[in-house]
């Protein structure tokens, strides 16, 4: 019988979270399922202390990220094109855009996974770093959809990446950095039926609150603009107000700015005077400009 | 200038052909989108300055304060992801050990690993982290050099007293291990470390080295798996062995190895070294993976997205993509139960980035017979990290490549005995036995020569080779 989620060790989640089929014999340290690469059952074993993974039929083993490269590897390799309806969801024009950030269809599940990176390599050296799945969450009461990162594969506060690294042209002069891979995808959609796509580059952080030092490397010496969401204010315990997407840009601007490389200049997508627009939608972002307008 | 969605004349012709109506409609709210955008207000990064958050040479990486080897696995595997170095992201991890273990009471350091996996660099960047590296390949004697009991002045060109403040690193210390004295040699190390020099080798005593500790580091090669660590007493931090314990880590140590070379390549220039990016040979990377013999299906397809790219670009960058999977196909089945499967692919790898900055440092019209001559005696002698030096030595350093002339001998002579590299590359049709023979007054000596289909792969990048001699 398959693990449950509250069963599930840590080191064993990265492939529960894709949907490996697998169970802990107890007594046993190694998890056996289903060859997530060949599909031949019961085949496919994994350390439940170090996450190593190798499968007895066709050979192939590794760690968590090697999973999630593989995985990733095969599911993109299969030239399966979102669907249009995906592609509407989103706010694109056309499927294929899904191609170049590498969103696909996980070969396991069918959901729709979408690669983040490290931001040390870009263009064609890119590694994969997290891989997130757009699965259902509930939230208030209502069932959507939410990216989620793989958990189990990098340590705490580690565990995001950042989107759109192949892409990325360090001899272009400006950066636009989006708020979540939709919007980014929208964006550079349109700007690729431009000239601006000739000096831009378009990234995307996983959401307004994450940035890791280390992507700052991707911004220097360039002209950046930070697009995030047009966040209404929060009320938070103790009776403090927040604004999410604004205080995330500021966040971004100052660990540009104190960079040893800092950016040229550093731009934002500036609602109104008081940090957002309350004649938009709470929420409201770039692709809802694009797709909806002002 | 923005395309004109209206003209009659625009032409999209991509992938990403898009319906007009809707375009012009994104397009002009693009504009909008942009009109919105504005400077940073200056509060927002008051008090900023550029550099005040403080980035190591190289990488974003602060020391991270390492307490046991566990925790320096686990930044070294973090730095390996964020840095573009293999030297840096050790010298951070030294940086790390020795602001927290080595300051104060010396301590022993263990480092054992199979060949082109760290172990030097590591011990290197020692050096660069404490400013004094003292480095032995053969430890022939510690205390060399006498003092006379008289007051005679006469300087003590010991070891002991030329290492006094400093560290000292036994490099490849299994040639030392593997000493018929060896109890005894590790006994003076014992008596370094504890500060009691009196070995027999000196003639008398200073007393300025009673007390004199000496910090040691210690390179090794599997073969110091055979050590009991009681012989050396209790004085490790810890006994690591890089290839039984973390085999990931290892990869990553290959990966960013590769990375490396097929990002950069050293060409010599007006006899100065200059590096160069080779962002083909970088893309040709990309559109590989893992140990397969092929192409990834969808290369073409990311070649075309990737745009810019000409068709004559596009074909090289394709070839130079099935050279490099063909480089990296996965060992034969009789190898992968022995040890010499990681071995015989981490070797491969190692050729492919061998060609790889063959290509730039010979240029493209005189890789061909020369540039796999040279990869030939990559694949003879690999021993023990020779390969970098080899490749050192194709970037333009001052050393002639070693080759081992007696395995060379052993192969002409008999070719059962095969170095595990090129059996390997027997079996995945990279290379073959051609054996002598005589006939009509000429006498062909037996030879390893390249298979056909490497060498049509060859051509197909670097075009044929003016000189037929086979090679």
């Known amino acids: ?294 | 200038m923005p395309l004109n969605p209206h003209s009659s004349s625009v032409g999209i012709r991509n992938a990403l052909a898009l319906p007009l109506t809707a375009l012009s409609d994104r397009l002009a709210r693009l504009e909008s989108l942009l009109s919105r955008i504005a400077p940073v207000p200056a509060e927002w990064v008051k008090g900023v300055t550029p550099g005040s958050r403080k980035r190591k040479k190289g990488d974003d990486l602060e020391a991270i304060p390492c307490t046991s080897w566990d925790t320096l696995v686990g930044a070294w595997k973090k730095a390996m992801e964020w840095t573009d170095g293999l030297d840096v992201t050790l010298s951070v991890m030294l940086a790390s050990v020795l602001s927290t273990e080595a300051l104060g009471e010396p301590i022993w350091l263990i480092i054992i690993g199979p060949p082109s996996t760290g172990k030097t660099t590591l011990a290197e960047g020692l050096g660069v982290a404490q400013g004094h590296i003292v480095c032995l390949d053969v430890l022939t004697g510690l205390c060399t050099g006498a003092m006379p009991l008289k007051d005679a002045p006469r300087e003590d060109i010991s070891l002991v007293e030329r290492i006094r403040g400093k560290t000292l690193i036994i490099k490849d210390g299994d040639t030392l291990l593997k000493a018929p004295n060896r109890s005894q040699i590790l006994a003076e190390l014992r008596a370094l470390y504890d500060g009691a020099i009196r070995t027999h080798y000196r003639n008398g005593r200073r007393p300025s080295h009673d007390n004199h500790k000496v910090t040691v580091h210690f390179c090794g090669t599997p073969s110091l798996h055979e050590l009991d660590a009681a012989e050396l007493g209790a004085r490790f931090l810890h006994v690591y062995v890089m290839d039984g314990i973390d085999a990931e880590l290892e990869r990553a140590v290959n990966r960013s190895v590769m990375l490396r070379a097929f990002s950069n390549i050293s060409v010599i220039a007006n006899g100065k070294p200059e590096t160069r990016l080779d962002p083909k040979m970088a893309l040709a990377k990309g559109l590989t993976g893992g140990f397969v013999n092929h192409l990834r299906s969808n290369a073409e397809a990311i070649l075309s997205l990737r745009g810019g790219i000409s068709s004559h670009d596009a074909t090289t960058i394709m070839n130079y993509g099935e050279f490099i999977s063909f480089m990296r196909a996965r060992p034969g089945k009789e190898q992968d139960e022995e040890v010499y499967r990681e071995f015989s692919s981490r070797l491969v790898e190692q050729l492919a980035r061998l060609a790889a900055c063959l290509a730039g440092v010979l240029g493209k019209d005189q890789v061909g017979t020369e540039v796999m001559r040279r990869v030939r005696k990559v694949a003879l002698d690999t021993a023990r990290g020779t390969t970098l030096k080899i490749a050192q030595y194709l970037y333009g350093a001052n050393r002639v490549g070693m080759e081992s002339g007696t395995l060379q001998y052993l192969l002409c002579k008999k070719d059962e005995k095969v170095s595990p590299l090129l059996s390997f590359l027997r079996e995945i049709g990279a290379v073959e036995w051609i054996p002598g023979g005589a006939g009509k007054g000429l006498r062909v000596s037996p030879r390893w020569r390249l298979t056909e289909r490497l060498q049509g792969l060859c051509e197909s990048i670097w075009g044929k080779n003016d000189d037929d001699a086979p090679e």
């Open chain 1, 1 to 294: 019988m398959p693990l449950k989620a509250a069963d599930t060790p840590s080191a064993l989640r990265p492939y529960r979270f894709h949907g490996v089929n697998f169970s802990l014999p107890p007594g046993s340290t190694q998890a056996v399922g289903d060859c997530p690469v060949c599909g031949k059952e019961g085949k496919w074993y994994a350390s439940h202390e170090t996450g190593l993974w190798d499968c007895k039929s066709c050979g192939s083993k590794g760690n968590s990220i090697d999973f999630l490269r593989g995985l990733w590897e095969r599911s993109s390799s299969s030239k399966t094109i979102p669907n249009y309806s995906m592609t509407t969801d989103r706010g694109l024009l056309h499927p294929e855009t899904f191609v170049p950030w590498g969103i696909c269809k996980s070969a396991i599940s069918d959901e729709y996974i979408v690669p983040a990176y490290s931001g040390t390599e870009t263009g064609a050296s890119a590694k994969l770093y997290q891989l997130y799945r757009y699965c259902p969450f509930l939230h208030k009461g209502k069932w959507g959809r939410r990216l989620m990162p793989t958990p189990g594969v990098h340590e705490a506060g580690l565990s995001h990446g950042i989107h759109g690294c192949p892409l990325y042209d360090p001899k272009k002069e400006a950066v636009y950095l989006c708020e979540g891979v939709w919007d980014a995808c929208c964006l550079w959609e349109t700007l690729n039926k431009t000239e601006r796509i000739k000096t831009v580059n378009v990234l995307a952080v996983p959401s307004c609150s994450v940035f890791q030092d280390s992507w700052c490397r991707l911004f220097s010496g360039k002209a950046v603009t930070l697009l995030f969401d047009n966040d209404y204010p929060r009320q938070l315990e103790g009776g403090r107000q927040t604004l999410p997407a604004l205080e995330g840009m500021q966040r971004v601007a100052r660990a540009l700015m104190g960079d040893a490389k800092p950016p040229t200049s550093v731009s934002y997508l500036s609602w109104g005077k008081d940090g957002y627009d309350g004649s938009l939608p709470d929420g409201y972002d770039v692709r809802d400009i694009l797709t909806k307008g002002m």
